[in-house]
């Protein structure tokens, strides 16, 4: 499974490092022309393909017995690594978008999202694979080495279909891992889940469905490779941290999508073959 699905603002993300630090190499972003922001906001309307669509439980969703999201205090980030995606109730994303929706609330719903009626999806056989995992004490980086259990508040981690998990000390690991799979994995087989530290809570959120900031300046954040993407659960807080920064602004932001070869070139082009 290809994880990388969804479009960005290439030339914008070309921009953005081009007019990074000294600390970030010299390159630029290949491909074509722009591409649509992807909706990855929960709305309160949900496209006809869910109307009726069967949640993780195997219940189908009733359109005229749902619930508000202020009733069951919906929020768009995990809460105590309980998310919707996660949830027995959670209709997985249909059309490519980012978002699902639900079997039992009104309108889209996040992955990383949560509510008062959260129930967990019951154990199938391999959704262990699909879970991030605690990092062993020795585990290195499978990008730079570094130990990873050092950085609890920034390592990031991955599963592939196969079960092989590898671990990572930062975000910027782990998408170069993903953007460049052949150089750095011990499998043949398709990373299947990859979780990335939360920027403001620090917890272990999906990393294909969170929001980058595209942070380029190595001395503004302290995290250990001086040089990484800040990843946010959700999008509200990613424009919160660039309105912050005076080098960033919320065509900044980007999705999953944006971490291919190239951009991996940018913050790790060091480590690459
Ligand atoms: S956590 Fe709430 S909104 Fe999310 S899928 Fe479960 S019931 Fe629906």
């Not at 993780?56 to 017995?65: C, I, K, S």
């Not at 920034?154 to 150089?183: I, K, L, P, S």
Request: overall charge negative; glycine content about 6%.
């Amino acid at each position: 499974m290809d994880l990388r699905n969804a479009t960005v603002n290439r030339r914008r993300l070309l921009t953005l490092l081009g007019a990074s630090s000294a600390t970030a190499v010299a390159g630029c972003l290949g491909g074509d022309g722009d591409g649509e922001e992807p909706t990855t906001t929960a709305s309160d309307a949900v496209p006809d393909q869910y109307r009726t669509a069967t949640g993780l439980n195997g219940e189908q969703r009733d359109p005229d017995a749902l619930s508000a999201k202020s009733d069951v205090n919906y929020q768009s980030e995990p809460k105590a690594g309980q998310t919707c995606s996660r949830c027995a109730f959670y209709v997985p994303d249909k059309n490519g978008d980012g978002v699902g929706a639900c079997t039992i609330v009104e309108g889209t719903v996040e992955p990383n999202g949560y509510c008062v009626s959260y129930l967990p999806h019951e154990a199938d056989d391999d959704s262990d694979a699909r879970s991030p995992v605690d990092v062993p004490e020795d585990a290195e980086c499978a990008v730079c080495g570094m130990t990873v259990a050092n950085f609890p508040e920034w390592n990031a981690q991955a599963v592939h279909e196969d079960d092989t998990r590898a671990f990572f000390c930062t975000a910027g690991c782990a998408v170069t891992y993903d953007a460049v799979t052949e150089q750095f994995a011990d499998t043949d087989a398709d990373v299947e889940g990859l979780w990335v530290r939360d920027f403001d809570s620090r917890e272990l959120v999906h990393g294909t469905s969170a929001h980058y900031a595209l942070e380029t300046d190595s001395d503004r954040v302290d995290d250990p490779m001086k040089l990484n993407p800040a990843p946010f659960a959700a999008r509200e807080d990613a424009v919160a941290y660039v309105e912050e920064v005076e080098h960033l602004s919320e065509e900044d932001i980007v999705e999953w999508s944006a971490f291919d070869r190239d951009v991996a070139e940018q913050y790790r082009g060091q480590l690459l073959e």
